[in-house]
């Protein structure tokens, strides 16, 4: 099975910062890599799939990279509702798995 | 807009069999460019692929899960089901469903989510 690796599990940053997630897979994916925002209280939402496409009504704030291994997600400049959890998440093979989250809090 | 709904209970004692139904609106369960599954997250944990089913009746379950899990399809009904058995405290959990592309994999429409708690 394929695990993912995100850092850091948590940040503290400022409405306006640029900020970014790294996310690791245990062997080579590709390009098989989606991001999902989760706020409080609610079911995650797409925001990027295969490594840097945007999915449609996201921010163009939010960007990805990465491909094989090594993946980032980048929030270029924090908004106040920006200040939540993130997830990675492999769709190279079964069993597709989640990173075990970033929460980005305000500092 | 397709909106997913999941319903079940929000009890269940141990060593009993979990439920769960999610309803497709807004699309048709039966399109060929998607499967329909369902994640699960404890809480204040992280998120737990559990398994796939396409309209066919095609599945693919997560293998930590798979001697307890079955997933069923109703196209007549546009609703997809889960049946986790043999359940633990550690199976308490909010249970999204959620629709996944069969291009790049991704889950682009879930559920509200529904919080299933394991206790007697």
């Known amino acids: 099975d394929i695990q993912m690796t995100q850092s850091p599990s948590s940040l503290s940053a400022s409405v306006g910062d640029r900020v970014t997630i790294t996310c690791r897979a245990s062997q080579s994916i590709s390009r098989y890599l989606n991001w999902y925002q989760q706020k409080p209280g609610k079911a995650p939402t797409l925001l990027i799939y295969?490594?840097?496409s945007l999915q449609s009504g996201v921010p163009s704030r939010f960007s990805g990279s990465g491909s094989g291994t090594d993946f980032t997600l980048t929030i270029s400049s924090l908004q106040p509702e920006d200040f939540v959890s993130y997830y990675c998440q492999q769709s190279y093979s079964s069993p597709w798995a989640f990173g075990q989250g970033t929460q980005v809090e305000i500092k | 807009q397709v909106q997913l709904q999941e319903s079940g209970p929000g009890l269940v004692k141990p060593s009993e069999t979990l439920s769960l139904t999610c309803t497709v609106s807004?699309?048709?369960?039966?399109?060929?460019?998607?499967?329909w599954g369902w994640i699960r997250q404890p809480p204040g944990k992280g998120l737990e692929w559990i398994g796939n089913?396409?309209?066919?009746?095609?599945?693919y379950y997560n293998p930590s899960l798979e001697s307890r899990v079955t997933m069923s399809v109703d196209t007549s009904k546009s609703q997809f089901s889960l049946s986790l058995s043999s359940v633990t405290a550690a199976d308490t959990a909010v249970y999204y469903c959620?629709?996944?592309?069969?291009?790049?994999?991704?889950?682009?429409?879930w559920g509200q989510g529904a919080l299933v708690t394991v206790s007697s």
């Open positions: 807004g699309g048709s369960i039966s399109s060929s460019g998607y499967y």
């Open positions: 089913i396409y309209y066919t009746g095609i599945t």
């Open positions: 959620a629709r996944r592309s069969t291009s790049w994999f991704y889950f682009d429409y």
């Open positions: 295969g490594a840097s």
